[in-house]
DNA sequence: GCGGGGAATGTTATCGATCACATTCACCGT
DNA sequence: ACGGTGAATGTGATCGATAACATTCCCCGC
């Protein structure tokens, strides 16, 4: 007369419990109508037969699924790999899964793909991770009915973003460098069509002119170890240079490396500070001061930013800003 | 009459195109018996509406989700990460959306705890990266009603796993190194509880053997370049160290740096192998000979163990080894 | 003691697809 | 001309949950 093993569904569970099924998905949902008794006589009879509700009917009778799409580049980069995990994290907690579609490059068809499969897929909301402008463009496929927060995105762009304030950070970086004394700051960015990197340049550039301090020429990289040695070189040819902020840990290795090759010590000769706080950045030589983002709480923000849309509150917060802060360890020191 | 823009249905297809819905579920489903004019005419029924099929409504039918389940350590290292993205492209091109679950730890309740949320997810499968053997424990908790494919984890485990074949990568390293003239080959590993790490020892130590050189002692390290660097310190101040095999392209960057700092030319005095050929490696000084991982090619063969275990084919693989490959820059030399 | 009201529970329709099973249709051979 | 056969299409049940509405139950006040 039973199947053989088949998942246990509702009725299952209303059967064993002696209830409606009904009562059980009341019990499912918290609902405040349900005698104590009955609760506990369901969720018994729940434990006992491994039950466990059927989210593809759920989704179809309520319209939405418990999934959260994530449009990311597809990139080992410590930020956006960060970014990423701790999103999952903070979803999960509230019951999300995550889907995750990836893409080589932020520009608009492929973006438009991703969404696309993602859409098709019914997610309930949308996560960019959109660091460059070009993403921008994607805005415009994706309809306007589904709840889409932007990290790192164009705070300028209407929709929901969420970023750490890049120019803080970069501030308090180069605040650190002149209050140690030096005269001024030399700044290695990353690529200067990210909004991280424009930030910061920005961040550095106005705390150095507020000081009243010279504003060197840029030296801007990508985000590689590679393109901070380079600019490394450079710097460590210029005995003037005593202070460097670069865009991030990996280019203040690079730095740091070619500095030391040049026999300038650091933090004796040169100071740096770097941006992120990679794992690694406290067994650097010497161990690196460098800027801490909060990715977990940029990840929370977003989440709850998008649950807000889900929920149609009206937009409380449109652009939520999270301060990033200094960590700060041998890298600095008072000019010679 | 009609409600305000609701996403269409079947039926509203069925009724553009002067169908039964059942046509158009045949059209969606590529069933051979509808007539070539009709198909045609519920494809333009499908543009025109603009209509997606509704996953949930199809999961609840047939019973499985098109989902796939990833559970990883939540890790920025370049293996992990590339691993998953590669994942995704291939599942997203077989039609398969990808959640992601990440751990901390690869213990079993972090484990157990994931999967749990993913088996609640309904996935159709479950892919597991699990690098080292306490995730193996971690097995007794996925049912065996749910495919299930490891991604480098232990052969031995009787599950369905795709590795990359460790020991001839390392081998290939190794003879590279011997043939260009040295001795014999030192070795700075990985952690030694990660089969990756354990599977390079071995092609490493094999090699040696086999070509009748003497196996110096094992230096082991975690995979960061601080723990490069420290060993590298070590080894550059033995003038009998020509020639080294790093586990991985950051072990080999701080083995380079230390060298460096003693003075000890690359690849004149001392060659070294690298392994995983981040993109980096190729901007190292000098470029980098590496090994590089199909990451890709693991990827799919993962996908297509998992696709042929959910159509209960029986299993004709159950390990699949892709094959390494030596990339050849500059940071090797005949000894001195 | 009876009507009223809210809490607790049950009944039935519904979401949008697939599946199993009709049914219609066209064409063929005898 | 007629039955047979397979292709093309339609009909109704079904999956497992939620939602709307109906019903039962209990307690309270007058």
Do not use: C
């Amino acid at each position: 007369m039973d199947k053989v093993s088949r998942s246990p569904a509702m009725t299952d569970v209303a059967r064993l419990a002696g209830v409606s099924h009904q009562t059980v998905s009341r019990v499912l949902n918290d609902h405040p109508n349900v005698k104590e008794q009955t609760r506990i006589r369901v969720r018994a009879a729940i434990a006992e037969l491994g039950y466990r509700p059927n989210r593809a009917a759920r989704a179809l009778v309520t319209g939405r699924s418990q999934l959260i799409g994530v449009v990311a580049r597809n990139s080992t980069l410590y930020g956006p790999a960060s970014m990423l995990t701790e999103f999952e994290q903070a979803a999960a907690d509230a019951g999300f899964a995550v889907s995750v579609g990836s893409v080589r490059e932020l520009d608009r068809s492929s973006i438009a793909s991703v969404v696309d499969r993602h859409l098709d897929q019914r997610v309930a909301g949308l996560v960019v991770i959109a660091q460059v402008a070009t993403a921008n463009e994607a805005l415009a496929e994706i309809p306007g009915d589904v709840p889409v927060v932007f990290i790192d995105g164009d705070p300028g762009s209407g929709r929901p973003v969420v970023t750490v304030d890049q120019e803080a950070g970069a501030g308090a970086a180069t605040r650190h460098l002149l209050e140690a004394g030096h005269s001024t700051v030399w700044h290695v960015s990353g690529p200067v069509d990210w909004f991280d990197s424009a930030g910061r340049i920005q961040g550095w550039r106005q705390t150095l002119q507020e000081a009243g301090a010279e504003v060197p020429p840029l030296l801007s990289a990508d985000w590689s170890a590679a393109e901070g040695y380079r600019a490394g070189q450079m710097l460590a040819r210029m005995p003037e240079v005593t202070a460097v902020f670069a865009a991030n840990d990996h280019l203040a290795l690079g730095v740091l490396r070619a500095l030391h090759e040049r026999g300038r010590r650091v933090p004796q000769d040169v100071s740096i500070v770097g941006f992120d706080d990679v794992p690694e950045a406290a067994f650097f030589i010497p161990p690196l001061t460098t800027v801490r983002q909060a990715f977990g709480d940029v990840a929370r923000a977003a989440l709850s930013l998008l649950l807000g849309q889900m929920r149609t509150e009206p937009d409380t917060a449109r652009h939520i800003v999270v301060p990033p802060h200094l960590v700060v360890r041998d890298s600095v020191a008072p000019p010679a």
